[in-house]
């Protein structure tokens, strides 16, 4: 079994590489399922054109990524099509390595059983390789936010922070991981979902994490406007997440309430949109402060259905992240609902932005109405996730007892 | 009474030229007619008034007010929008039509754009900004042209210096001056717009040239068009120049497919009487190179193949025809075979049958046996996002990147900036050059699709200059003397001597965006907050309310409360 455990990752990282560099249609490139504006790989390629040819790329609005990308991929890593595809599986990789440890250090063993299956189930699920092989940022927006998640477990707090800060150069909406990522590196990652007690860790504790928190920000926010040299980027990343000027479709629900939203109800809908993904960091952390990593997982589920630009990455990290949480199975409830409506809306998402934009035989309302059973379905699937994480508290009862709530 | 009335007249009217001559301003018509190859007729009518010694007025002296203008001949309300807005040069252009650069030629005017083209030269000052008075001018043009410029706002507004460079001179103020052009291809040309511009005419449609101007027949022909062209003339003054271009057919007219034309089957109209006001009236007719044709009446004098008419008043009417007496029903050249006229032909095409992305292509075709370089400007509204990345070029499928030059790009911003792409191209000899780049469509919001939003959006045209005809001479070529003639070197001299740079308009496209249900805007954001407020409410009730173990026999009365789930 040794052997097995051994051979299996590199064998699925080969896999993956396989799959990466063979000839796949440049279609995977432009779906709009698989990358967002903020994510696509040939806006990208653009804006480090722009960048490397004396034209700001922040002056227009094809361009959102990060100017840390920026800098990255135009003097370190240069994209090419034999580079590229290296390296997204390079961050796929390195994100499933995190997963596998998280779910050690939430063990407490050096080797299990349940490894290999924790990498496939990562390298392995279509949410998450197939934006992979579109080349779209989100793969590397899951690798970082993996990172910060497996530092904190392991206690160590200072790359945990750097990687979350960096996540949030590149995604804003990842703000709402700082609670449970500060909270996860004062506790233990052990599963105490069925035994919950309040926190035993002083909040003392996180003040100098916060302050670490916000040095780090600063600190890549001032090498961020070293790159660009003015502040023009802030308004076309982040303020992008707020604002959302741009309306490609995506699997999300903010973008064809924001077409059809009349300029008058504008900002006040995107203010409460924003407010909303909001309010979900406290309730859930104050509930389950016992399992802070359960914590993070359930934000991580909110974001994949509220996210203001998702791409399948965001659902596909969710999923595979319940691999980690093997003890709440028993208690979930509609799994198999859950399932079948996930395998509804992926197969009919991709048929309908086809109908729609590629064959004209369709309109709007068709992606619409598929964006909605995903949001459904993963609405359902972080549902269940969180009845599990309570339910599992209670244990097991006795015939002719069940449990309910009042 | 009749001769009392008649001496009146011509002492006013004597009183006006004394005027008019004293004040320095100075009014000439002109109409060029030219028979194309096609068996069609180019007409061209210019109108062009001199305000002789008057400068443009310096916009640091806008917060003053202006000293008087007086103008007779001068068109007042053309004369107050220049000096409200401090403008020094201006070309507004209304067009209809595609013009067939290969079977027509070079325009006599160069600005052929369809829809409609503005572009002005303002110097820039604190009080009011350059865009402030480009504003307030676009206001004032399209309630004096009743044309809807007021459009050009923003969105199509850029500044392509190396394009539109200003053909008159620009006076030495403060801050130096700017550029401001756009365009709007889907702006229709009709009499609206033509009445108005007959106003600005001394002698507005009753007399002159001007009098040939029958909007019944000028908006039926196949390519028609209209043009205002202020420019500052240092040493001359400030020249307003009305012109109206249009291509006629005919052969479509005649009963028997004949290419005969006069005056009367064109313009359904002849010349009456001269403008009294006009210091020259001109009517000049390119003649064609075969010689089996005949002009009636005589022209005043032939010059280098064109003949000329001077309209005197006090004759009678003037009707101008030509006919091709040894020529049955016209026939037309065979197309494909018919070289073309112009220097290079450019072709653009949107290709793609995807509402999400496209694919640009330019197609440049050398008809030269010399090199040229031609100036390639796009100004792109935001409803096409460029991939500058993917700019390809291509002679024959092999990739030739190095001939394309850019010299600047600006980005286009959405709902806010188009985008402005300058480069400069090398054409080989007798080579077509394929760009290809690609281009992603936007998805606009329900309140910015226009009404018929599924007929789609008009592009502006591409400008083309091919300004560079042949290499530049090498230094250790030629030594002393000529070089032998035939060689390649005074082949190419001969090449750029007799030519200048003009300005070539492709075709405007059309792009098709990806519009949402327009009945839907209710049904759309009820829906999706029901979602969010069922997966919100879910997730609080969950948090929330407490946990209770409930038995499910029958023994109602026996219920106990575990503990919380906390």
Known sequence: ?406 | MRWRGCWRAGFLLALHLVAASAQGEVFEEDLTLRPLRDGKLEARFSFATVLKGATPRDPGALTIDDEAQHYTLFPLALGQILREHAVTELHLTLNAGKWNYDHWGYPEEPGVGTGAELWVWMADTSPSSVDERWQGLRHSLAGLFCASLGHLDDQRTTSPVLTFQPEGSLPNFTHPHQLRHATLPSEHVCTENLTPFLKLLPCKSLSGIASLLNPHRLFDADWHGLGVHVRYREGAGVEVRLAFQAVFDPVRYSHNMRRDWSLRSVFDRTIERACPVARSSKVRIELPSETSYAITPGPTDVVNNVATFAIDSGKEALDISMQWPEEGSFEYQDTSKAPPLTDISVRRNLEGTSQAEARLTLELTNNLPVQVSAGYLETMPWHLQFYLHTLRAYIGGAPRDDLVNIISYSPPVPHSRPALLQAVLTLPPHATLHLTMDVSKPFLRYTEHPPDAQRGWDLPPAVVVPFAFGDLPNSNGTAAGEPPSGSPQTQQRAFAQGRRPRRMYTPVMLVDLATPDFSMPYNVIIMSCTLIALIFGSVFNLLTRRFVVVEVDARPEKQTAADDAR
């Open chain 1, 1 to 406: 079994m040794d052997s097995d455990t051994d051979y299996a990752f590199p064998a699925l990282v080969a896999a993956r590489l396989l799959l990466a560099s063979a000839p796949l249609p440049d279609a995977l490139k432009y779906d709009q399922q698989l990358s967002s504006p903020l994510t696509s790989y040939s806006r990208l390629r653009e804006g480090i054109y722009l960048f490397q040819h004396g034209v700001d790329p922040y002056s227009g609005g094809a361009f959102r990524h990060s100017p840390l990308l920026l800098s990255l991929f135009s003097t370190v890593l240069p994209l090419t099509p034999y580079t590229s595809p290296l390296l997204w599986t390079a961050a796929d990789a390195v994100a499933a390595w995190a997963l596998v440890r998280i779910w050690r250090l939430r063990t407490g063993a050096k080797k299990t059983s349940r490894d290999r299956q924790i990498a496939a189930l990562y390298l392995l699920n279509p949410y998450i390789f197939l934006p992979s092989l579109a080349l779209s940022t989100s793969s590397i927006e899951n690798m970082l936010c993996l990172l910060a998640l497996m530092f904190a477990c392991r206690g160590r707090t200072s790359a945990s922070l750097l990687s979350l800060a960096t996540l949030l150069q590149l995604s804003l909406p990842s703000i709402l991981l700082l609670a449970p990522v500060l909270l996860l590196n004062i506790t233990r990652p052990v599963s105490r979902l069925a035994l919950p007690q309040p926190m035993d860790a002083p909040l003392k504790r996180v003040i100098p994490l916060i302050v670490e928190f916000l040095g780090y920000s600063a600190l890549l926010t001032f090498a961020s406007t070293l790159v660009c040299g003015n502040w023009s980027w802030v308004e076309k990343t982040w303020g992008a997440s707020l604002t959302l000027p741009d309306l490609t479709p995506n699997p999300g629900l903010w973008w064809y309430f924001f077409t059809e939203m009349f300029d008058h109800f504008r900002p006040f809908f995107l203010m409460v949109f924003s407010v909303h993904l909001l309010i979900y960091v406290a309730p859930l952390c104050i509930k389950f402060q016992h399992d802070m990593l359960y914590a993070a997982f359930l934000l991580i589920g909110v974001l994949a259905v509220f996210k203001p630009y998702p791409t399948l990455s965001d659902p596909g990290l969710f999923l595979s992240m319940f691999s980690i949480f093997p003890e709440i199975y028993p208690y979930l409830r509609h799994p198999i609902v859950t399932a079948l409506i996930h395998l509804h809306a992926s197969l009919l998402l991709p048929l309908f932005n086809s109908l729609w934009l590629r064959q004209g035989t369709g309109n709007a309302n068709f992606f619409y109405a598929s964006t909605l059973v995903f949001g459904m379905g993963n609405g359902a699937a972080l549902l269940d996730a969180i009845w599990a994480g309570l339910r599992i508290a209670i244990g097991e009862l006795k015939e002719g007892y069940e449990v309910a709530q009042e």
